[in-house]
């Protein structure tokens, strides 16, 4: 059977293995190996007895009811069933996890009896205080259940089990308030800590990106339903909690800055939570602050973030297994559809049940976040004979969905450069922005399909992203329809080359000790500049270090570059130590300091200027000894002729004898 064959593993069918024949599927996991079950409908059940026999990690899972048989045309998608079932069993490795514990210490802010009535029925469950802001008319309550204070947040920090908050109009109720409550002399600078925020107070959020931040709930006041949320949510925040890091970072490779010098900000431009900060040459991302969006590891072009949930390698293998299937099971015009589970699953459920369902040759991925996707992923799947894709986001994206179209922009200008573009010029990497199923049917039917790669790719990646997305460039490049030698790109790609005015370039190689990924280097044998493309990430670092000004951006891809060693920018003679005979520097740079001072800078004039020229000629450590040996200082200046005094000028007219005439 070509699913059987095309998935590589051994093919069991079943009318009700959730049921009278889950007998069958505890026989499966006796064997010791992976099992995949091609229905989600029962998961929890086969979780549970997967779970009794030990073997919960064995187990994965594919929908191709929903996602393949449930379609108008499902007599022909037994190439996307095996794609579906090869796909499932790539298990990517789990990511790490950070604990936040939360002890219930609950600040409730707003303006009014609202926040007073909330912290009330939370009391019972939360170490509760009430912080009013220029509250007006508050009814005093019967009874002091809890603190309610007065006072306005100026800034606040932090994340669930670790919250501060910089108050000022501080004060306490006066314990003699009678109609309404009434408040002290207030101060500011106070510091609030505590574990959950509930804001009630119908303002501006505390944070950016606040329904993501983890700890902090907001609602309308005015909005019963909303508060009542608000409540219960915040109610259950006791205790401690597992995050997943979400992205892995290695500060060696920050092409943030160098010797204070701003590079890149890419991470900085679209971190949607403040999770991302400087420090120093390299940023730092607070894993209990980062909500996972992944845009930052989209992004770099480092590689220093990357994002784990799964890495980018464990990714690639899972399409490059997908499209093998689906080529070997005899499927063609393959379209991957990489979406979201908490989004896109409801989307493709519904049109199955209640429209045509998706299309034979439309390959649904799901992924933690769309935004975490970055250029080589749709570099490989067109290296692997894909011939579109499809990212499914909101109509309202709760994520910045701006770099992600930067992404599929760059995406699509290289594969039609490559050409694999269709005829009509329909883009090859698009994005779906819709939450209607119908509207995403009409959006994977509207368009032609581009043209695949003749021979498809086969590569299997590993190791870091950086080396990822190099890889997966080289093999679409390789696949390619109409390979090109070069594919110009707009400014502010993370890829290009470097322009160089070498007459005017000193060798000072400075540009070489600033660049963050070693694109740029030097010899140790002689003096020399080289520039390796492939490694070049547009930071523009040398740009602003380079003393001459004689390096400029060029964003492009060129393949032929990438394919090839560092390559020599400039290289001159050396300079021989006149003492010792060891290089030092280059003969031009030497000449030229020499021309400049030689008799025109007092320093180096007359006899003992000629020694200090010689000086210059020798490398550091025959210059010291020659100062130590020699006794002289080459700081010491010609002697000065000492100031004349009214005694000196009587003196001189009494030796000339003019009798001051």
């Known amino acids: 059977m070509a699913i059987g064959k095309a998935c590589g593993g051994r093919l069991q069918t079943a ?58 045309n499902s007599a022909e998608a037994a190439p996307k069933i095996a794609a579906l079932l090869a796909a499932a069993a790539e298990v990517a490795p789990a990511p790490g996890t950070v604990a936040m514990v939360s002890q219930g210490v609950a ?48 800034s606040a920090i932090g994340h669930l089990g670790a919250f501060s908050l910089r108050i000022d109009d501080y004060a306490v109720p006066s314990p003699s308030s009678r109609r309404s409550l009434e408040f002290g002399p207030s101060r500011n600078g106070a510091t609030s800590t505590c574990d959950v925020v509930l804001d009630l107070t119908g303002g501006m959020p505390l944070f950016p990106a606040h329904d993501l931040r983890s700890g902090y709930v907001r609602a309308d006041p005015g909005d019963p339903a909303s508060v009542e949320r608000a409540i219960f949510t915040i109610s259950h925040l006791v205790g401690e909690f597992e995050k997943a890091r979400f992205v892995d970072f290695q500060a060696d490779l920050c092409a943030h800055s160098r010797s204070r010098i701003t590079g890149c900000t890419r991470c900085l431009d679209v971190c949607p939570t403040g999770a991302i900060a400087p420090a120093g040459d390299h940023v730092t991302i607070d894993p209990y602050i980062c909500a996972g969006c992944g845009s930052c590891a989209s992004v770099c072009p480092t590689g220093a ?55 034979a040759n439309v390959l649904p991925v799901a992924v933690n976040e769309v935004t975490q996707l970055g250029p080589e992923a749709a570099a490989a799947l067109l290296a692997y004979g894909a011939v579109g894709v499809r990212l499914l986001v909101r109509d309202r994206p709760k994520h910045d969905i701006a770099p992600l179209r930067r992404m599929a922009t760059l995406a699509d200008t290289l594969g039609k450069a490559l050409g694999y573009g269709a005829a009509d010029g329909s883009p090859l990497v698009a994005l779906i922005e819709t939450d209607d199923p119908d509207m995403l049917a009409t959006a994977l039917s509207s368009g032609t399909v581009g043209t695949p790669a003749p021979i498809p790719a086969a590569f299997m990646p590993v190791g870091p992203k950086r080396h ?23 400014g502010g790609a993370p890829f290009g080359g470097l322009d160089f005015r070498t007459e005017d370039c000193t060798l000072c190689l400075a540009c070489v000790g600033t660049c963050p990924t070693h694109a740029l280097s030097d010899s140790q044998d002689r003096p020399l500049l080289a520039f390796e493309e492939s490694l070049c990430v547009q930071c523009g670092l040398c740009v602003a270090t380079c ?87 080459p700081h010491t200046v010609p002697e000065r002729s000492k100031p004349l005094t009214s005694e000196d000028y009587f003196r001189a007219r009494e030796t000339r004898g003019d009798g001051g005439a």
């Open 15 to 72: 009318e009700q293995l959730c049921g009278r024949e889950i007998g069958r599927f505890g026989e499966a996991l006796a064997q010791g190996g992976p099992v995949t079950v091609s229905c989600t409908l029962q998961a929890p059940l086969f979780t549970d007895v997967a779970a009794e026999a030990g073997a919960d990690a064995l187990v994965t899972y594919a929908n191709i009811r929903e996602t393949a048989g449930w379609s108008s």
């Open 107 to 154: 600040l409730i802010l707003g303006r009014d009896e609202v926040a007073i009535e909330a912290g009330r029925r939370l009391a019972d469950h939360l170490d509760v205080t009430v912080l009013l802001s220029r509250p007006r008319d508050v009814a005093v309550p019967r009874r002091h259940e809890f603190p309610i204070l007065q006072g306005s947040v100026v």
């Open 305 to 359: 973030a990357a994002y784990a949930l799964p890495p980018a390698d464990a990714l690639m293998r899972r399409l490059r297994t997908l499209m093998r299937a689906y080529h070997e099971a005899g499927g063609r015009n393959g379209v991957v559809l990489l979406h979201d589970a908490e989004h896109g699953e409801p989307l493709i459920e519904a049109l199955a049940r209640y429209g045509d369902g998706l299309p």
């Open 468 to 490: 990822v997305l190099q890889f997966a460039f080289r093999e679409m490049h390789v696949a390619a329809p109409a390979p090109v030698a070069l594919v110009p790109l707009e």
């Open 547 to 633: 003393p001459e000004n004689v390096i400029t951006l060029k964003p492009q891809v060129d393949f032929a570059a990438w394919s090839q060693p560092r390559r020599i920018v400039k290289e001159e003679e050396p300079f021989d130590c006149v003492s010792c005979g060891k290089p030092f520097g280059t003969r031009s740079t030497i000449e030229r300091v020499i021309e400049k001072l030689h008799g025109r800078h007092w320093m180096f004039r007359g006899s003992a200027g000629e020694s200090r020229i010689r000086t210059l000629m020798m490398c550091d450590t025959c210059r010291v000894e020659a100062v130590v040996n020699e006794a002289f200082d």
